[in-house]
């Protein structure tokens, strides 16, 4: 038994074949617009044609200017003047105090100012520091055998180092002896009892004479 066709299903069938063939065309279009080339003729092509009429540069040679003259030298103005005159006028001079040749002219006698006394001035630093007799080792071991260590120092443990400033006097005495830098405890004062009855030092020279020079020095206070 055959089987009839209907028109409706090849019809169908032929739809479908015909978009596909449009989509290709559509593709193929628009792939050609996209690869198209199109060059405008313009007037950048001729440029190579273009006659050259620009007219021939001529050198223009440089010109010299002659140099300014000379300023003119003005010669000195000379001015007569008039002579001076002499003055002729006579000078009366009274002199009360009647002179011979026996009067005895009394010398003059200049009195000197006194001096104002000038405070001696205390160096810090000098060409010639003063010194213990002995070095100061010396003074080291004097300092060990007079000083007493304080009996509420040693009670509580104190140590350390009592810093005590004083001056070296012209004579070598020591003067002025006061703690910069304590540890308390009675530590101070011991410092500064023995440097007071420290032997006299050899004094600070400055060109050669005797000053007053201040110094600072480390008394150690140690427990055994």
Do not use: H
């Not at 002179?99 to 006394?117: G, K, L, S």
């Not at 101070?188 to 050899?202: F, G, H, I, T």
Request: glycine share 8%.
């Amino acid at each position: 038994m055959e089987v009839k066709k209907s028109p409706e299903a090849d019809l169908t069938k032929k739809s479908g074949l015909f978009l596909n063939i449009g989509l290709a065309i559509s593709i193929g279009l628009v792939l050609l617009a996209f690869e198209w080339k199109s060059y405008d003729k313009g007037s950048l092509m001729e440029l190579a044609a273009v006659n050259d009429d620009f007219e021939e540069m001529t050198e223009i040679p440089p010109t010299e200017q002659p140099p300014p003259p000379p300023p003119k030298i003005q010669q000195p103005e000379i001015i007569e003047v008039p002579d001076e005159e002499e003055i002729e006028e006579e000078i009366d001079v009274d002199l009360d105090i009647e002179m011979t040749e026996d009067t005895q002219i009394e010398e003059a006698v200049f009195e000197e100012p006194e001096e104002e006394e000038v405070a001696d001035e205390v160096f810090t630093i000098v060409e010639q520091q003063p010194g213990y007799p002995g070095g100061m080792g010396a003074f080291y071991q004097y300092v060990q055998k007079k000083m007493k260590y304080p009996s509420q120092a040693r009670r509580m443990g104190i140590e350390g180092k009592v810093f005590v400033q004083f001056v070296v006097d012209k004579d070598g005495s020591i003067t002025d002896v006061k703690v910069i830098r304590g540890i308390g405890a009675g530590c101070d004062e011991e410092a500064v009892r023995v440097l007071e009855n420290s032997p006299k030092w050899a004094p600070g020279k400055q060109r050669g004479k005797p000053v007053k020079v201040r110094m600072v020095l480390p008394i150690t206070f140690k427990l055994s």
